[in-house]
């Protein structure tokens, strides 16, 4: 078996940095917690990418954290396996005391006090308020919560500055006094214009309709966009049916695929072709003279080779990217487009520069150990402190992997509990902060208050008099905000790739830089999910609007939320080959920012017309 463990290991892109040790190590876990090779090297990837570990060698001192890892593993598939089993905390015991006596009382409704109009009248003081108040849905209690107690309400984690000095010196003051208790009134800058591209499902779409002819001719589009963008590139020759034996070169473009269930590995890769060149038939690909790839199933890539027996794809080059010379016009291809901002400023047709400040912020929204949406409202304070143009969250709003959601503990339905925390604070945010003030939801497939499907339509909210300032947006979607092409998907896509995905490189030695390569593979695939098959808790549904998933040119700013670590990351597409233009997008993962009983991470962003001209700041709540 230890040999089997090295071999994955290997075949992931790994070595080890004290082979005998680590291998013993590797295999006690395997027979303490009942584990395939297979399943341990995917458990340490995971590991890897959560840790950022920077060199791609598995290393001995990394050993005692890998089993605190798996240990953590185990015990999240015990109680996913038993879901009424409960863990009792110190915690707990704290709360039965202090409520023991206000349990034997019976609770008497009475009239709202000066108290809870008070409470109500101050929704961004950031101080916690756990008693008497609307905003819990369990009994009151006497103790602060976890997330209450924490000392640095606001730290700045991570930051790109690439504003010229004259500005940096205004930023360096961007995050003092964040402690400061009072909050002032200011006004936000310039109202921003906003105008929403794509054509998602409508609110209230039937689904669960798909047929198996919805996901053929889907995959088989996909395969056909991305043939004739590299044929018009004039880069590449005319793609070929790779499964006639042949002793000379073909180009051909197909889907990756793997041979039966399980991960990609060196002798299960296919390429699907398209039914217009193959009938659609399946041929066994040869990476083996190749020193650098990335491949993952459900990726459109173009390959060079030979097949001299009919029976395998030899590669000698693969193109997963599609040249930015070959993006098609989007006035001669023109998508639905729908303004739900109508009152766009007449400013918009002036803006000789595109700018735009933004916070961005990914559910949950409250800690798991009550509902009280506390990090929300902490966002939301700092928001009327630095007034930003654009305030983006992304669902989860109304979390359906919260222990009280998932055990239905709660005597409130979803939708109230949307509309009571989240549209209700929203609204007091917009109607403190003046016109100006713009903030933009996009759903989750984890909200349990919407439609469990993806694509996934926008949320139903009808806020009166402020439908201008409070936008729902498709989950994935674009939007132009001040001219300044966004793209968002609330799926956690980064997560599922780093899972499915088989790379090598062996071209230079070093290793590159995991988590910029998975944003990548969204860019060059020109969509936001690229995977197939999809996840098992992924509920793709190809007959709604299967044009939402695809993006024909590249945004300014791709907002992609996961469980890994936040990042903010500049991307650099094309620029491959002589004449061809570098693209560059800004990649960023705000964190949760809610992580268990304590708050999580959110990012400010101020655009200033490019990616070399931005200041990005990770802010830890």
């Known amino acids: 078996m230890e040999g089997e463990i090295k071999e994955e290991f290997n075949r992931s892109g790994f070595t080890l ?36 570990l920077d060199e791609s060698t598995v290393q001995n001192a990394e050993m005692d954290g890998f089993l605190l890892h798996l240990q953590t593993e185990q015990k999240e598939a015990v109680l996913k396996e038993e879901p009424n089993l409960y863990v009792y905390s110190s ?29 109500d009248s101050e929704p961004f003081d950031s101080t916690v308020k756990s008693n008497g108040n609307g905003y819990s849905s369990g009994k009151p209690s006497k103790l602060v919560t ?21 500005e940096n010196g205004d930023n360096k003051h961007a995050h003092e006094n964040l402690e400061d208790d009072i909050i002032k009134r200011v006004h936000p800058r310039t109202k921003c214009s906003l105008v929403v591209h794509g054509s998602g499902p409508e609110p209230g779409c039937r689904f669960m309709y798909d047929r198996i002819e919805d996901r053929f001719n889907a995959l088989e589009n996909r395969v056909r966009r991305h043939a004739a963008l590299l044929s018009s590139s004039g880069l590449y020759e005319e793609p070929m049916d790779p499964t006639i ?12 695929c793997c041979e039966g269930e399980g991960h990609l590995n060196d002798k299960s890769i296919l390429l699907q072709n398209s039914v217009e060149h193959s009938g659609g038939q399946r041929v066994r690909l040869d990476l083996n003279k190749l020193s650098q790839f990335s491949i993952f199933p459900g990726q459109i890539v173009g390959v060079e080779g030979h097949n001299p027996s009919g029976h395998c794809l030899i590669a000698s080059k693969v193109v997963d990217s599609v040249p930015s010379s070959a993006s098609p016009d989007e006035d001669l291809h023109p998508a639905k487009k729908q303004a739900l901002d109508q009152e766009i400023q007449s400013t918009d047709s002036t803006y000789t520069q595109k700018d735009i400040s933004m916070l961005i912020a990914s559910g949950p929204f409250t800690t798991t150990d009550n509902l009280l949406f506390e990090p929300l409202t902490e966002l939301l304070a700092y928001a009327s402190r630095k007034p930003p143009q654009l305030l983006i969250l992304l669902g989860p709003f109304v979390d359906s992997e919260h222990p009280e959601i998932r055990k239905g503990t709660v005597d409130r339905s979803f939708d109230e509990i949307f509309h009571m925390e989240i549209i209700r604070r929203l609204q007091d945010y917009v109607e403190y902060m003046g016109s100006d003030a713009h903030v933009l939801i996009v759903p989750s497939t984890r909200d349990a ?36 092409r966004v793209g968002c998907c609330t799926v956690d896509i980064l997560r599922q790739l780093s899972r499915e995905e088989m790379s090598r490189n062996l071209k230079d030695g070093t290793p590159s830089d995991r988590m910029s390569r998975l944003a990548n593979h969204i860019l060059s695939q020109r969509s936001f999910y690229p995977l197939y098959p999809p996840a098992e808790d992924i509920p793709l549904d190809f007959s709604l609007a299967p044009e939402a998933l695809y993006f024909t040119s590249v945004p300014d700013i791709l907002i992609l939320p996961s469980d890994m670590k936040y990042f903010v990351k500049v991307l650099s597409l094309g620029g491959g080959s002589e004449g061809e233009e570098q693209m560059k997008c800004i990649c960023i993962n705000p964190g949760r920012l809610a992580k268990g009983e304590g708050g999580g991470t959110f990012v400010e962003l101020n655009y200033h017309g490019g ?7 990770i802010i830890g709540i």
């Open 91 to 119: 915690k707990d015991v704290d709360m039965i005391l202090n409520d023991e006596e206000e349990d034997v009382k019976e609770v008497i409704p009475g009239t709202p006090t000066d108290k809870t109009l008070r409470l």
């Open 611 to 617: 990616a070399d001209k931005m200041n990005a700041s």
């Open 449 to 484: 208050n919407h439609d469990f499907v993806f694509p996934q339509p926008a949320f139903e909210i009808h806020p009166p008099n402020l439908k201008h300032q409070i936008t729902s947006l498709t989950n994935p979607g674009i939007f132009a905000a001040n001219q300044v």
């Open 17 to 52: 940095d004290n082979e005998e040790e680590i291998l013993k190590k590797c295999l006690t876990f395997c027979i303490n917690y009942n584990l395939k090779p297979s399943d341990l090297v995917s458990s340490w990837e995971v590991y890897y990418l959560n840790r950022q």
């Open 146 to 166: 976890p997330f209450g107690r924490r000392t640095d309400k606001f730290v700045v984690k991570f930051n790109i500055n690439n504003l010229p000095d004259t």
């Open 245 to 256: 034996a042949s002793q000379r070169n073909v180009f051909a473009v197909g889907m990756i």
